[in-house]
């Protein structure tokens, strides 16, 4: 039974990366033409729509609510279908240029330019409401179940939710951070349901999940600098002593020329940098490999019908591969940048020994 649930899933999986291909350049007897490299960007960038399926040269997308502030002509808020027929209201999706892909518009001496405000929820904003929603039942569900059971057994979401918070405290913030760690715990538990939920809906190939989130730099960033400004705001007089003056280094690496309390002053700026960095690449580096075997098929399939056939069997078998390398790395990379962040936040709040 479990066999025939995984090959649904990698069926399902193939139909709908297939039926999702875009329209991206044409032979020249009018043919459609498979481009990878815009198939693969289509996919792992952000859209003011989410695409379902292209269907007989139709596309079913779910329209998303765009919320612009403009300068010369005010507020607006509209659905993303209204730019299905262009432009609207002056607004338009670049199509080329250093704004490709993001709404723009025509300013007074025929230019493009992006709106003063942006606020429109895409889709990776959408799968973020989503994940959180999802995140928030989860944990308030538990909750009360605590409240209303006191300390009987785990059962249901008990059970799956009890042993990953009983991880992160006896695994991850109480060795890297020490006695103060239940102040951390918050941010700590809240950051690793946040990147691993996101990082399993990006494994699944469907509306509302299926989005890029964690391999999105833009997200990425956000997280790392909020580990950043907590262990900043809770570093003790030791924690910068030993980056200004570490001890047991000699003098002569300190004055006249300040070698170390620069290395180490940079090691504090990188820090958050590398975190953005790791999270980001392993994710969007999964997501393009996979859809690269897809690829495979239509571009051996656009060469010879038979060649077509033959790379598909090939291409799917890595594609299940390579998805469970991702199933695992959902869960690594969650461990990985919280554990880090646990152990910034445990040499900011040590005292001298």
């Keep these: 039974m479990a066999h025939r649930k995984i090959w649904i899933k990698i069926l399902l999986t193939a139909f709908l990366v297939s039926s999702a291909l875009p329209v991206n350049a044409r032979h020249e007897g009018g043919e459609e033409q498979f481009n990878p490299g815009i198939f693969i960007l289509e996919h792992i960038g952000d859209a003011y729509e989410w695409h379902i399926l292209t269907y007989n040269g139709h596309h079913v997308s779910v329209p998303l609510p765009v919320i612009l502030y403009s300068k010369q002509s005010g507020f607006h808020m509209f659905m993303s279908a209204k730019f299905h027929h262009g432009s609207h209201d002056g607004f338009s999706i670049a199509a080329d240029g250093p704004h490709k892909g993001k709404i723009v518009e025509q300013a007074a001496d025929g230019s493009f330019v992006r709106p003063i405000l942006d606020l429109s929820i895409t889709k990776n904003v959408f799968a973020i409401f989503v994940s959180m929603s999802i995140i928030l039942w989860v944990l308030l569900s538990v909750a009360k179940l605590y409240r209303n059971r006191g300390n009987q057994a785990p059962r249901g979401l008990q059970s799956w939710v009890e042993p990953v918070v009983l991880f992160v405290r006896d695994d991850i913030a109480r060795p890297a951070i020490g006695h103060q760690y239940e102040r951390f715990m918050p941010y700590l538990l809240t950051l690793f349901f946040f990147i691993l939920v996101n990082n399993l809906m990006g494994l699944v190939p469907f509306f509302p999940f299926g989005a890029n989130i964690t391999g999105n730099i833009a997200i990425t960033l956000p997280l790392a600098v909020l580990t950043f400004l907590i262990t900043t705001f809770n570093s003790t007089k030791t924690y910068w002593v030993h980056i200004f003056n570490t001890p047991g280094v000699p003098w002569w690496l300190k004055i006249p020329l300040p070698i170390m309390p620069f290395t180490e002053l940079l090691g504090v700026i990188t820090k958050p940098f590398v975190l953005m960095i790791r999270l980001f690449a392993n994710i969007i580096a999964g997501h393009i490999i996979a ?51 646990a152990l910034y936040f445990g040499m900011a709040v040590e005292k001298h020994h």
Excluded: K
């Design 291 to 341: 859809i690269g075997f897809f690829s495979l098929i239509f571009i051996f399939g656009e060469m010879n019908v038979a060649m077509g056939y033959g790379a598909s069997v090939i291409s799917i078998l890595f594609t299940v591969f390579m998805s469970l390398l991702e199933l695992l790395v959902a869960f690594i990379q969650a461990y990985v940048f919280t554990l880090l962040s």
